[in-house]
């Protein structure tokens, strides 16, 4: 029965330079995916840009990237997006904004059930299982595992092993492949949904901003209301490729310094 299902939150964390109809695409696929298995209801998604500070290439300012994506998901009645990982100074560990997102998603559910999970409050019936919040991702994703620094042992131990990972298949990459490489993803793995794409689309954020820089058009690849915000602003140009040009990445720059301290 539905009542037994476990509430799900599926949270998305990125760049979303610019966010395009895949992006999109992936938290639909996912819905339908996770209601499949008779386990879940998903209950809401969050899309949660990256902050400035994060430093990639060719990355326009956070209030871009949130207002295009608030322009791009005014059709959907359950995935909303969320500034607050934007807003920090620094880039924000993945770990970090998960955990974030599970205490805001928790007090709500206690919130509306009239429940307490702390020491001598009331617990929820049996019937009203606790929420969860899972990684929303594609299957490159998978592949930043595998890069040297990008990652600390203990962030992936906690998303794989107490979040959980909803993972969609993209292009050639095959994510099966990834979490059988890792130790800590393959013991995980019965907290990763690998979700197939049958309706291929293969559009990046990558390939747009490439089309937007030589004046060719992006229509059907992001939302009309996101084209006219770039034209309006004029983003994605040559000179905006070349912010953060030679800025080492803000994961692999903190986990550095990290070592070193260690």
């Known amino acids: 029965m539905a009542t037994h299902r476990v509430p799900l939150v599926l949270l998305a964390c990125g760049s979303f330079n610019p966010i395009t109809n895949q992006h999109m695409r992936l938290f639909e696929l996912a819905r339908d995916h996770m209601h ?9 998604g969050i899309v949660s840009p990256v902050s400035d500070g994060y430093g990639k290439q060719g990355l326009v300012l956070a209030k871009h ?9 005014q059709s959907s009645n359950w995935v909303t997006v969320d ?4 807003q920090q100074p620094d880039w924000t560990e993945t770990a970090v904004t998960m955990r974030y997102h599970y205490g805001c998603v928790l007090k709500e559910y206690e919130q509306s059930t009239g429940t307490h999970s702390g020491p001598g409050g009331n617990t929820a019936p049996l019937s009203s299982p606790s929420p969860q919040v899972k990684l929303l991702c594609g299957a490159d994703f ?13 962030h992936v131990e906690e998303v794989a092993g107490r979040f959980g990972l ?3 298949s993209r292009g050639g990459l095959e994510p099966e492949r990834a979490v059988h490489a ?20 293969e559009t990046s954020a990558t390939e747009v901003r490439r089309a937007l820089r030589r004046d060719l ?8 209301a996101v084209v006219e915000y770039i034209q309006r602003h004029k983003l994605y140009t040559q000179d905006s490729e ?9 994961p692999l720059a903190k986990h550095a310094v990290k070592s070193l301290d260690d």
Not at 217 to 224: A, G, Q, R
């Open 36 to 44: 499949s298995t008779g386990q879940y209801q998903v209950v809401g």
């Open 65 to 73: 990237r949130i207002a295009m994506a608030k322009l791009a998901l």
């Open 83 to 86: 500034e607050w990982e934007s």
């Open 142 to 154: 998978l592949e930043t595992f595998r890069i040297p620094g990008l990652w600390q042992d203990d």
């Open 166 to 168: 909803v993972c969609v």
């Open 182 to 201: 890792s130790d800590t993803l393959s013991r995980h793995r019965h907290n990763i949904f690998l979700v197939r794409e049958w309706v291929r689309n």
């Open 217 to 224: 058009s992006v229509k059907y690849l992001i939302p009309d």
């Open 242 to 250: 070349g912010i953060n040009k030679d800025t080492v990445l803000r």
